[in-house]
């Protein structure tokens, strides 16, 4: 059964950085793609970025393109989104998800798995 874990959400000062990380099991994660997904209150759940985990290519919002990076551990099977310049509209839970195959995909209802989210709050 593939469970995803997220960890270090926090508060942060507006220009800071944190890291967030998805620990992931149960699942053959070299030929999914690992999304990361972000819901304020009120708001849509909103796509941040993708990483193909076989071949490692990423794919980001415009909204974060230049300041977020999602890279993986293949030995501790772990993704992470390191966010850097964060912004009081970066406040949200952050979703990390999983897709079955190596497909790219924007939607959340391309994932299948999800974990149960972290909350980042920016303050300015």
């Known amino acids: 059964q593939v469970q995803l874990v997220e960890s270090g959400g926090g508060l942060v000062q507006a220009g800071g950085s944190l890291r967030l990380s998805c620990s992931a099991s149960g699942g053959m994660f070299d030929t999914y793609t690992m999304g990361w997904f972000r819901q304020a209150p009120g708001k849509e759940r909103e796509f941040v970025g993708c990483?193909?985990?076989?071949?490692?290519?990423?794919y980001y919002a415009d909204s974060v393109k230049g300041r977020f990076t999602i890279s993986r551990d293949n030995a501790r099977n772990t993704v992470y989104l390191q966010m850097n310049s964060l912004k009081p509209e970066d406040t949200a839970v952050y979703y990390c998800?999983?897709?079955?195959?190596?497909?790219?995909?924007?939607?959340?209802?391309?994932?299948?798995?999800w974990g149960q989210g972290t909350q980042v709050t920016v303050s300015s």
């Open positions: 998800a999983a897709r079955r195959d190596y497909y790219y995909s924007r939607k959340p209802d391309d994932y299948h798995y």
């Open positions: 990483l193909s985990w076989g071949g490692g290519a990423t």
